[in-house]
């Protein structure tokens, strides 16, 4: 088994910081990509700054294997945007010899088995080793390999969250998909003349919908007839605005106290709590049902932001026997620490190997995924997670899962 690769899901900066844990320590890995190179997620919303500066954005194993390759680090107070930390950090990494050897790009992982056991066997799991099915995405064609042990450091940026409050596309959000983002667009870059002097509905509360509203309010500046509905299901960071900076994290906080002012101004309205119940196109643009306050009410817009979130995709690994809880779809033992009811980017413990245990032995979901539904992931808490499996994967030894605490994620 020892003689058989790691195999790590997903080459972003976490996947990339567990090869590099590894490769200090001289153990066979295998790093799969489905993008074109590595990073490839980070590198779709290269327009978006990060919260955090460069000192808590870099793992410190990778550091070392890049400084001896001649890297020249940036300044650890510098907030960096996607697309610096894409080409100045992760792509630098990724051609690091000991890395570069080892990665498989335009990869994508098909499925994660026990090899010939089915989910249901209980003994021999431990010394059988992995079977992992991948596709080479140019030639469609499928391959295996064997391995020790299983990262999957996937993350969840494909797998955004719909309009729906109840988990699904609400009616003619799937039909209307050319006129519907997810997540974060470049609107003040190459997506600029698409939204310039439309009305654009932004759906979610977070940091993400936020940063969209500054993005449309800087078009307003420059062409007046831009406007901005903003929904949100529960409309809860309404109830403790402020202009005061009082956030540990200093660039979220910026965003945050600048709120106020902004949801003031006259082209942009604010619905919460509200809830979309359908989508029709129509001449002039998008026919949006929205129940805001119990009352249902429609509004005319000529594209759509959903910026709701993402979830982890756990099809590839659906025969393992993996842990996660029902409401956030992190693991068991880790959920309470990372509860954003309880929780918030930067008031996470670290943790390891204890909290992200499976009953699948040496099996383990790290990075954004391993929050799940949770929206309070640092990548500075990521590297620490990988810390703790690379020294157990070094040393083989037997895992017993953290005590759960007392208070249940599912109490909200």
């Known amino acids: 088994m020892n003689l058989l690769p790691v195999v790590i899901i997903g080459a972003g900066p976490i996947g990339l910081a567990m090869a590099a844990k590894l490769a200090v320590r001289n153990i ?51 907030i960096a945007c996607g697309k610096k930390i894409y080409e100045n950090y992760l792509l630098p990494l990724s051609q690091v010899p000991a890395i570069k050897a080892n990665l498989h790009t335009q990869a994508e992982i098909v499925q994660v088995v026990r090899h010939n056991l089915d989910k249901t066997s209980i003994e021999l799991r431990k010394n059988t080793p992995f079977k992992v099915t991948f596709k080479d995405t140019q ?14 450091a996937s993350g969840v940026w494909n797998s955004p969250n719909p309009i729906g409050v109840d988990g699904f596309h609400v009616p003619g959000e799937q039909e209307n998909a050319s006129y519907i983002s997810y997540g974060i667009p470049d609107i003040s870059g190459k997506d600029k003349t698409k939204y310039v002097g439309k009305k654009v509905l932004v759906v979610g509360s977070g940091h993400s919908a ?31 605005l402020s202009d005061k900076n009082t956030d540990a994290i200093k660039a979220r906080g910026e965003l945050n106290s600048a709120l106020p002012n902004l949801i003031s101004k006259e082209h942009i309205s604010v619905l919460a709590p509200s809830r979309i119940s359908a989508i029709k196109k129509v001449t002039n643009g998008l026919d949006v049902e ?27 690994i659906s025969e393992l026997q993996y842990q996660l809880d029902p409401v956030w779809e992190a693991p068991l033992y880790l959920v309470d620490l990372i509860n954003p009811h309880l929780h918030s980017c930067g008031s996470v413990p670290n943790h390891g190997v204890k909290q992200l245990y499976h ?26 997670q990988l810390n703790s499996i690379a020294n157990h994967i070094e040393k083989g030894e037997e895992i017993e899962p953290s005590i759960k605490t007392e208070t249940r994620s599912c109490s909200i």
């Open 28 to 78: 066979p890995f295998s790093l799969f990509e489905k993008g074109q190179t590595a990073g490839s997620s980070i590198k779709e919303w290269g327009h978006v700054n990060v919260f955090t500066p460069w000192e808590m954005n870099v793992d410190e194993d990778a550091k070392t294997l890049l400084l001896e390759c001649g890297w020249t680090p940036p300044k650890n107070d510098e």
């Open 139 to 152: 030639s469609d064609q499928n391959n295996t390999l064997l391995a020790r042990a299983v990262i999957d």
């Open 210 to 240: 936020m940063a969209s509203l500054f993005a449309l309010d800087n078009l307003h500046e420059n062409d007046p007839s831009t406007e901005v509905i903003w929904a949100m299901r529960r409309g809860k960071i309404l109830n403790n």
């Open 290 to 316: 929205i129940n805001v306050n119990g009352e249902t009410m429609n509004v005319n817009v000529d594209f759509i932001i959903v910026s709701t979130g993402f979830r982890p995709e756990t099809g590839f």
């Open 359 to 384: 009953p699948e032995p040496d099996f383990f979901i790290v990075g954004h995924k391993s929050y799940g539904r949770a929206p309070t992931f640092l990548m500075k808490t990521g590297y620490e």
